[in-house]
C-alpha cells in the first residue's frame, strides 16, 4: 500500500516541479514577446517526465572544469538542463522575436489547468487514505 502511494506521490511531484518550471519559460516568453531576436522556449514535457521517472537518466551530463566559480557553467541552468527547445515561429517577425502572444496564452494556460489538476490528484490521494484510515 505504502509503495503505491509512495509511487503515485512520486509522480505527481515530479509533475508538479516539472509544470513549475515549464511555467516560468512561458512566462519568460511572454515578458519577452517585444524582445528582438528572443527565442521562444518550452520544453517536451512528456519526455522530461519519463526521464525524471526512470531510475537511469537518458543522458550522462559533461560539465567543465573550471578555475573559477566565476566562470560560466557548461551545464545547462534551472531544472531543465539541456533539455529546454526552442520553438521555430508560425509566422516570423521582422526583428527576430519568435514569440507568438496566442501560442503562448494558450500553453500558458493548458499548463496552469494540468498543474490544478494534479493539485486536486494528490488532494485525492490523501482524501482517499485519510477516509481508509478513519473506517480501521
Known amino acids: 500500500m505504502i509503495n503505491k502511494l509512495d509511487k503515485e506521490l512520486n509522480y505527481h ?3 508538479l516541479s516539472l509544470r513549475v518550471g515549464r511555467q516560468e519559460l512561458l512566462s519568460s516568453n511572454v515578458a519577452n514577446a517585444d524582445t528582438p531576436n528572443f527565442k521562444a522556449k518550452d520544453i517536451d514535457f512528456a519526455s522530461m517526465l519519463q526521464e525524471r521517472l526512470s531510475s537511469t537518466p537518458s543522458l550522462k551530463k ?7 566559480s566565476m ?8 531544472i531543465f538542463g539541456d533539455s529546454v527547445l526552442y520553438r521555430v515561429p508560425l509566422q516570423p517577425s521582422a526583428d527576430g522575436n519568435t514569440v507568438d502572444m496566442d501560442m503562448e496564452r ?5 499548463n496552469a489547468i494540468k498543474y490544478d489538476a494534479s493539485i486536486t490528484f ?10 481508509a484510515m478513519m473506517e480501521r
Open 71 to 78: 566562470h560560466i557553467n557548461s551545464a545547462g541552468s534551472g
Open 13 to 15: 511531484h515530479n509533475a
Open 122 to 131: 494528490i488532494n485525492n490521494e490523501f482524501r482517499n487514505l485519510t477516509s
Open 62 to 68: 559533461v560539465t567543465m572544469n573550471t578555475t573559477s
Open 106 to 110: 494558450t500553453r500558458f494556460a493548458d
